[in-house]
């Protein structure tokens, strides 16, 4: 008798988790060795109340959707930790009772966590179940330390990151954009991205710029102070102004993870903090730092800390930046599939245990492979970004970042005109604006 199959995601959606369950389906349908496939109601809570939508009930052509439909809605997600074993007894007696025999699992760290104590639980009990993990993380901390030779091991990136790359890397040609257009009134623009304690989303925003045209920094939790935020701010600030000094407007990317303050973070139940609900936002403390908000006058009148005329402004993209399908990395799309399929191949050739993984291949042509590695050796793995890929400066990243990243964001970012500066010869004597005349 054939067995069922159970997929379920966890964790923050990407635009392009639904193509690696697309994968897998595709894969599992092609093979005859199943019988029905169902989709755990957001995520393993569906395992737990037994709500389990037929995916094989549903049409060929909603399956091929899932392609260009972005975040994690079709089947939904959850962050759920199982912190005793009362629930995993609970999820192998839903197995057993509906003839599981095998198990996907698409999210990160946590998840593969997850997904490894159901496998060993399902050991224990006898039921013949085979567990699989397939990656998906905007923040690409999933997998191992960078290697001399370029590549990550484990996984060298994660499905859903190329795509939130590309995103930031377009975000900041459009602003930069508007920054020229307005700084003489507002000469900072802070823009917050996601990626809670680790620096892959900001770093990105270096692949708008590879020539190093724009007044851009760029703040990785890993290359500031995790404890002294009052430094922090300090040094910040600093590098903004000498940025004014060269080319009178500034834009700064800061991951929500850098230390500025007490911000009132919320945390889910495994510990993360859930930054786009926290009281404050880490772009907007810096904000109000640049503009001196902490110093206002008698008359209510804020200080600024910026060493020219104008303002600081912010804005945070927020959960937009892991969903939008608009800006999708068809490079991240392809690889989600693959990624998906091959966690199907994986456990319909009757390996258990493994996640399934993407493996680059060493030197200048990107080229990657599809493999497998324990799900005990990733459960709550989490990789820092590299620190000889932060630059000396601490406000940017290293062309070999660039090298690493630039594959993973697909086709060429748009390209926006670029006037030169060729002024006429003037022709009246010099004149100050009245508002910008010393007083």
């Known amino acids: 008798m054939m067995k069922n199959v159970i997929i379920a995601q966890s964790g923050g959606p990407t635009?392009?988790?639904?193509?690696?369950?697309?994968?897998?389906?595709?894969?599992?349908?092609?093979?005859?060795?199943?019988?029905?496939?169902?989709?755990?109601?957001?995520?393993?809570?569906?395992?737990?109340?037994?709500?389990?939508?037929?995916?094989?009930?549903?049409?060929?052509?909603?399956?091929?959707?899932?392609?260009?439909?972005?975040?994690?809605?079709?089947?939904?997600?959850?962050?759920?930790?199982?912190?005793?074993?009362?629930?995993?007894?609970?999820?192998?007696?839903?197995?057993?009772?509906?003839?599981?025999?095998?198990?996907?699992?698409?999210?990160?760290?946590?998840?593969?966590d997850t997904a490894n104590k159901i496998n060993e639980l399902a050991k224990q009990n006898n039921l013949k179940l085979i567990c699989t993990g397939i990656p998906k993380t905007i923040d690409n901390d999933v997998g191992g330390p960078l290697k001399t030779d370029g590549t990550f091991a484990i996984c060298d990136h994660d499905p859903g990151y190329g795509s939130v790359a590309r995103n930031l890397a377009i975000n900041i040609l459009e602003a930069n954009e508007e920054n020229k257009a307005s700084y003489t009134s507002d000469p900072v623009l802070v823009v917050g991205v996601m990626g809670r304690k680790i620096g892959f989303i900001p770093a990105a925003a270096r692949l708008a710029d590879r020539k190093r045209e724009i007044p851009l920094l760029i703040i990785l939790p890993e290359s500031l102070s995790i404890d002294d935020y009052q430094g922090n701010l300090e040094f910040i600030t600093e590098k903004v102004n000498e940025k004014l000094i060269k080319q009178r407007r500034c834009i700064v990317v800061i991951g929500e993870g850098v230390n500025v303050g007490d911000l009132g973070i919320l945390r889910d139940s495994f510990g993360h903090a859930q930054f786009s609900a926290s009281e404050e936002?880490?772009?907007?403390?810096?904000?109000?730092?640049?503009?001196?908000?902490?110093?206002?006058?008698?008359?209510?009148?804020?200080?600024?800390?910026?060493?020219?005329?104008?303002?600081?402004?912010s804005e945070r993209p927020g959960t937009r930046q892991r969903r939008e399908i608009a800006y999708v990395s068809e490079t991240d799309r392809g690889e989600a599939y693959q990624v998906g399929a091959h966690a199907a191949q994986i456990a319909l050739s009757g390996e258990n245990g493994f996640m399934s993984t993407i493996i680059r291949k060493p030197g200048r042509i990107y080229k990657i492979n599809y493999d497998k590695v324990?799900?005990?050796?990733?459960?709550?793995?989490?990789?820092?970004f590299p620190q000889e890929w932060i630059s000396g400066d601490r406000v940017d990243v290293t062309d070999e970042f660039i090298e690493w990243a630039l594959p993973l964001i697909g086709t060429p970012l748009p390209r926006f005109a670029k006037f030169k500066e060729i002024y006429i010869p003037k022709k009246c004597r010099e004149y100050i604006p009245v508002e910008y005349r010393s007083k």
């Open 374 to 384: 324990p799900l005990d050796v990733v459960a709550n793995s989490e990789r820092k």
């Open 281 to 313: 936002t880490v772009e907007q403390a810096l904000t109000n730092y640049l503009n001196g908000i902490d110093m206002k006058d008698s008359q209510g009148r804020a200080q600024s800390r910026l060493i020219i005329r104008g303002i600081a402004r």
């Open 15 to 112: 635009s392009v988790i639904n193509n690696s369950i697309r994968g897998a389906i595709d894969e599992l349908i092609l093979s005859k060795k199943i019988d029905k496939i169902y989709g755990a109601k957001m995520g393993i809570l569906g395992a737990l109340q037994e709500e389990l939508i037929d995916i094989s009930a549903q049409g060929l052509h909603q399956i091929a959707l899932l392609a260009e439909t972005p975040s994690a809605g079709t089947i939904g997600s959850c962050r759920y930790k199982i912190k005793n074993d009362e629930d995993l007894v609970r999820i192998v007696e839903v197995f057993k009772k509906h003839n599981v025999g095998y198990f996907f699992y698409c999210g990160g760290g946590d998840s593969m």
